[in-house]
């Protein structure tokens, strides 16, 4: 005698959820077959407001919705465990202070954002955008080196000056660069900021953008005046380069210390070394760089 056995309805719908319920765990947890995104570069634009448009964008720190993927420098490929679509934010990324082991995000660069970027296991997603300085990024100082006067002033200790080139093998862009020669009888450069500056303190972000091309070390640092005394403090040295490069000096945590500070002065100082003979200092594109009051206190 046949017997057929049925199983109640709703341990049937039970067990049909529990099955499709895995599935979808599995799909999106056990994911074997990666798709790949590949940043060649970020580009950079500025507004006329904003001086110089070069950089130096070496890494892009990626996040996938919201979620940190590495930071890759560029050019890069790099595989995510992801499929579908998904929110890609990439932040530009610089060495802070030249140095290759101080890698950051460079807090006054927008992320570049896309809402709904596909990605296709073993399919190449290729993203090449560029940013733009956030809106309340604010510039109290720019020296390009075009205008007729300049806002750098010799210091104290200096027995050479700063000048204006326009020779073509000289010059980093536009028609001018600033120009310094040392030797054996003016062997010692100090320029400064020609104003002082009040800058925001409370760890909000501060820095020095800067082009150079130097045949001897240069140090860069801050001036903080108190209503007492002036109290030098130097920041970083910029090695030597025999072509032109981008810096960004960090002064965040020199201004947040200086406390009793009722303004700030940049300053760029040199002493000639023997390994060359008569070494000459390029600089332009000098940027003092924050943010608005508004946004960071």
């Known amino acids: 005698m046949n017997r ?37 570069s970020i580009g950079f634009t500025t507004d006329e407001a904003q001086g110089t448009a070069s950089h130096n964008i070496i890494d892009a720190w990626v996040y996938v919705d919201n979620q940190l993927i590495g930071a890759f420098e560029m050019p890069a490929r790099f ?5 579908g679509i998904h929110k890609v934010e990439i932040r530009p990324g610089v060495k802070m202070n030249g140095i290759t082991a101080t890698r950051i ?42 205008s007729e006067s ?26 001018y660069s600033g120009i310094v020669y040392l030797d054996e009888e003016n062997p010692i450069f100090e320029g400064v900021s020609y104003e002082a500056y009040i800058l925001p303190q409370l760890g909000a972000p501060v820095f020095i953008e800067l082009n150079y091309k130097i045949e001897n070390i240069i140090t860069t640092g801050i001036y903080a005046q108190t209503s007492s005394q002036i109290i030098t403090t130097p920041i970083v040295n910029v090695n030597t380069s025999d072509k032109w490069k981008k810096i960004y000096i960090n002064i965040t945590p020199n201004v947040s210390a200086a406390t009793s500070a009722l303004d700030f002065k940049v300053f760029f100082g040199s002493v000639k070394t023997e ?10 594109n000098i940027k003092l760089v924050h ?7």
Request: aromatic letters at 12%; glycine letters at 2%; hydrophobic letters at 40%.
């Open 79 to 83: 595989p995510v465990l992801k499929e």
């Open 291 to 297: 943010k608005s009051y508004s946004a960071n206190q």
């Open 4 to 40: 057929k056995f049925y199983l109640p309805v709703s341990i049937v719908v039970l067990l049909l959820f529990i099955f499709v319920f895995d599935s979808c765990e599995k799909s999106e947890s056990d994911q074997t077959v990666p798709a790949y995104i590949q940043i060649d």
């Open 150 to 175: 300049l806002s750098i002033e010799v210091g104290n200790s200096s027995d050479t000056t700063i000048s204006k080139t326009n020779i073509d093998s000289l010059v980093f862009e536009g028609n």
């Open 275 to 284: 390994d060359v003979e008569n070494p000459v200092i390029l600089l332009d």
């Open 105 to 146: 995000v460079y807090p006054f660069f927008k992320p570049i954002t896309l809402e709904n970027c596909r990605l296709t296991p073993d399919s190449i997603t290729i993203i090449n955008r560029s940013t733009i300085y956030y809106d309340n990024t604010v510039f109290p100082w720019l020296e390009d080196f075009e």
